[in-house]
């Protein structure tokens, strides 16, 4: 059974930092590239940061450049998000996504980040 479980979301100050978590079962993970999307209220999914299936190439939407982080462990079947500086408009429900060529995509239920002072 396939499953990606996010973690690590929470109520945050402006400012602060949240490390997100993947865990990631039931499938090939080490194949897959990664990527973090996200979902403000009210508004469409946004993908926010792309890592290779090896993790030697990441990418960044322009939102979030320079304050996100992914990374993963493919020995541990991880994927990871590093925030830094969080800003208001950063709340939203943050997903984990699996994603192959010749495969169909995989996706977590989310967790909640909610940035407030």
């Known amino acids: 059974q396939v499953q990606l479980v996010e973690s690590g979301g929470g109520l945050v100050q402006p400012g602060g930092s949240l490390r997100l978590s993947c865990a990631a079962s039931?499938?090939?993970?080490?194949?897959?590239?990664m990527n973090w999307y996200r979902q403000a209220p009210g508004k469409g999914r946004e993908l926010v940061a792309v890592?290779?299936?090896?993790?030697?190439?990441?990418r960044y939407a322009d939102s979030v450049k320079g304050r996100f982080t992914i990374s993963r462990d493919n020995a541990k079947n991880m994927l990871y998000l590093q925030i830094h500086s969080l800003k208001p408009e950063d709340t939203a429900v943050y997903y984990c996504?699996?994603?192959?060529?010749?495969?169909?995509?995989?996706w977590g239920q989310g967790t909640q980040v909610t940035v407030s002072s």
């Open positions: 996504n699996a994603e192959h060529i010749a495969r169909m995509p995989y």
């Open positions: 890592i290779s299936s090896a993790g030697g190439a990441t």
């Open positions: 039931g499938f090939a993970f080490s194949i897959y590239a």
